[in-house]
């Protein structure tokens, strides 16, 4: 199981970043799939998540109509759109894979999305 992701850096106050995270090893189309964060001293918290169809998302009280999830499940990959970014976004982003219902829960390594001028 793996789950990659990738397109995390350094961006100014209000600048735009998309993550993606790719999957292999595992049914993609059976797991929800979220993103999370997690900032230095902080627990980690959930960013956005979308069904495993697609047909519904979710997303963190602070993401505020900034951030948009969606899926491929032909791809195996699931992106978050960042908009409107600001300092305290500042955070390691994981990718999360879930299937409801059962033990079955990834991780990704993480990627470091920094908000700075």
């Known amino acids: 199981v793996q789950l990659v992701e990738s397109g995390g850096g350094l961006v100014q106050p209000g600048g735009s970043l998309r993550l993606s995270c790719a999957a292999s090893?595992?049914?993609?189309?059976?797991?929800?799939m979220s993103w999370y964060r997690q900032a230095p001293g902080k627990e980690r918290e959930l960013v956005a998540g979308?069904?495993?169809?697609?047909?519904?998302?979710g997303y963190g009280n602070f993401v505020k109509g900034r951030f948009t999830i969606s899926r491929n499940n032909g791809k195996r990959t699931v992106d978050l759109q960042m908009n409107s970014l600001k300092p305290e976004d500042t955070a390691v982003y994981y990718c999360?894979?879930?299937?409801?219902?059962?033990?079955?829960?990834?991780w990704g390594q993480g990627t470091q999305v920094t908000v700075s001028s």
């Open positions: 090893g595992f049914t993609f189309s059976r797991y929800v």
């Open positions: 979308i069904t495993s169809a697609g047909g519904s998302t």
């Open positions: 999360n894979a879930r299937w409801e219902g059962t033990k079955y829960d990834y």
